[in-house]
């Protein structure tokens, strides 16, 4: 099994697995679209006395997806990168 370096201040130097990036890519992933289907129940389903209170808070959780997903992406090419040149 190969590790990564991971050259940033809250690891400081140490090896991840690969395997350990992956998952949190996945899991990114999965959570980006939870974000979504979150986004459009909180926009249809609840009822707030205020109904621009909902939309907002829809708004906020469905921007979170993006997020998500260019981290999710970023992870999976981290470890894609480093792999292959460490073959």
Known sequence: MSRLTVNDPFTRGQRTSPEIVMALSHFCFVAAFLSVVASLAIWGWV?????GHAERLAIFVGL???TLFALSNRLEGYVLRNTSSQS
Do not use: S, V, Y
Not at 47 to 51: A, K, Q, S
């Open 47 to 51: 009822r707030i006395p205020e109904p």
């Open 64 to 66: 979170w997806a993006p």
